[in-house]
């Protein structure tokens, strides 16, 4: 499964397998194509083509095997969760130029598998990959029956499908990071839930008020959601004004106190996955700064869901 794989870095990471399975996991998988269920068509500006969830109906044992081998190809610490999706597309459809970057919950991984016997270039749906969101394609990947190409998910991992002139049954494997689970998502939405920056403590008033007239708004909104973060975990007004300072890049939080650090940075990272999406290396960076750190009560459910334990992790 998913045997030599070819590593490529440009335009940004990913990694091509010729053949993918063995013939009878094609067949199997070709069999999902074949069901009965609703297939409810996308006909958007951009994005044109037929979906169906069949998780499901992949045995247990194929999704455990497939994720160690994602793990292994990756060296990306993704947690058991699997959703697999169909994909047909039909001729005249086409999929537009777009970057699926790992949203706040969202799969941090991605296995795309063909299944189209006896394709021909004339028949489209080659998958094309972009440096930036204008400029031409600078790899291709043909649509050829049992190829996978496979790829971390970020704000630069631009890629479309051009028009098909024939049927185009794709499988999408979606894999998720341990630390940007659904379960962190749930969390942060109802930590954040009616964002109101009238909850600002007085002392932050005039810190506010300041950036405000000097940065950018996109700055001071990020680190206005991290003081309320700070402010809902039940902080005093000196560590939310420490919490605002440091995501609005004023000043760097390194008071001496671990808790107080230690709740900036968790609401700063948290502030950031609300606004933005998951970034790895930013994510690395917050890991290793709490490395060793001991975890206090008032924070354990956002550190434990931020920068949960994994013996595995690169």
């Not at 940004?12 to 609703?38: H, I, K, M, R, Y």
């Not at 971390?152 to 940007?180: D, I, K």
């Not at 990020?222 to 420490?242: P, S």
């Not at 609401?267 to 206090?296: C, H, P, Q, T």
Request: aromatic fraction near 10%.
């Amino acid at each position: 499964m998913l045997l030599q794989p070819h590593h490529h870095h440009h335009p940004f990471p990913f990694f091509c397998v010729d053949s993918a399975f063995s013939d009878e996991e094609c067949a199997a998988l070709e069999g999902l194509f074949l069901q009965t269920n609703d297939w409810p068509h996308r006909d958007g500006a951009f994005y044109q083509c037929a979906l169906c969830d069949v998780t499901e109906k992949i045995p247990a044992s194929f999704q455990t095997e497939l994720r160690a081998r994602m793990r292994e190809i990756t060296q990306l610490p993704l947690v058991d969760r699997v959703v697999v999706t169909a994909q047909r597309m039909r001729p005249g459809d086409v999929i537009g130029r777009h970057s699926d970057r790992p949203l706040l919950g969202y799969e941090m991984a991605r296995l795309v598998v063909q299944l189209n016997k006896h394709w021909q270039p004339e028949h489209g749906g080659v998958l094309e990959l972009f440096a930036s969101p204008d400029g031409q394609a600078v790899f291709r990947v043909d649509p050829e029956y049992n190829k996978a190409f496979g790829f971390p998910l970020h704000a630069g991992s631009y890629h479309g499908v051009t028009e098909v002139t024939q049927p185009r049954q794709t499988l999408v494997f979606n894999f998720w990071h341990v630390a940007n689970t659904p379960e962190l998502a749930a969390y942060v939405q109802a930590l954040l839930a009616n964002l109101h920056f009238s909850e600002f403590p007085a002392a932050l008033n005039p810190v506010a008020s300041s950036a405000e007239s000097t940065l950018p708004e996109e700055t001071t909104f990020r680190a206005g959601t991290a003081a309320v973060a700070l402010q809902r975990l039940g902080y005093d007004e000196a560590t939310i004004v420490t919490g605002y300072r440091h995501s609005a890049g004023l000043a760097i939080c390194e008071t001496g106190d671990a808790e107080t650090d230690a709740a900036v940075l968790l609401a700063d990272w948290m502030a950031y996955l609300y606004r933005e999406s998951f970034d790895l290396a930013r994510w690395k960076i917050l890991r290793n700064k709490l490395d060793g750190v001991e975890m206090v009560s008032r924070l354990r459910p956002a550190w434990r869901l931020c920068l949960p334990e994994w013996s595995e992790s690169p």
